[in-house]
């Protein structure tokens, strides 16, 4: 068992660095980490697109429809949500040791939201979330604490919420493809 732990934390390693590799390639900035900083946790060794990444490989052919830094008992998860066909899955990732520590099947609440025109009904790609939350940065300058496609009046769209210095959240929606900010709150 130890060494399957040790083989799972070299693999998330392994991970982070293919997931940093590929932001510095397309420009993606890695908020988690300065995020983490600035909750007074620890900077942990695995960033979200690192995390996200697992996500991506423990479902193939999968997207990813949010992401969301959690904070408990100074301890940094990511809660990434996953569509797979018909099925979206939770998963809730230790950053300081890349383990997947639990998977819930969202499915449900999935299909709930999309009665009520909520929930994304669009493939989401990372490359649109990349811009969109950069034009939600510039709106609001902070990290990103959390992300999730939506629709929007019929819209596809990302809201964002950007955490700033002064630690206050403020939720940016960006309408996607266009990179518009639809709204502030």
């Known amino acids: 068992m130890k060494t399957f732990k040790t083989s799972l934390f070299a693999g998330a390693l392994a991970l982070a660095a293919m997931g940093q590799s ?3 390639k397309t420009g993606q900035t890695d908020n988690a980490g300065q995020a983490n900083q600035q909750n007074g946790a620890a900077q942990s060794p695995l960033s979200r697109a690192a995390a996200e990444q ?9 997207y990813l ?3 969301e830094i959690e904070l408990e008992d100074d301890k940094t998860f990511y809660e ?6 018909a099925q979206v899955y939770q998963l809730t990732i230790d950053a300081a040791t890349g383990e997947i520590v639990k998977t819930k099947d969202s499915t449900l609440k999935f299909r709930a939201d999309s009665t009520k025109g909520k929930a994304p009904l669009w493939k989401v790609d990372l490359a649109a979330r990349n811009a969109a939350e950069e ?8 990290q990103t604490q959390q992300w999730k496609a939506v629709t929007d009046a019929g819209r596809e769209a990302f ?4 955490k700033n210095e002064a630690g206050e959240i403020k939720k940016i929606l960006v309408q996607a493809g266009t990179n518009e900010v639809l709204e502030e709150q």
């Open 135 to 142: 034009a939600a940065i510039k709106a609001y300058p902070g």
């Open 54 to 62: 697992m996500a991506l490989a423990k479902y193939p052919d999968s």
């Open 159 to 162: 809201a964002f919420e950007i």
């Open 65 to 67: 429809l949010s992401t």
């Open 22 to 24: 590929a932001c510095t």
């Open 80 to 85: 990434i949500d996953a569509k797979v066909a």
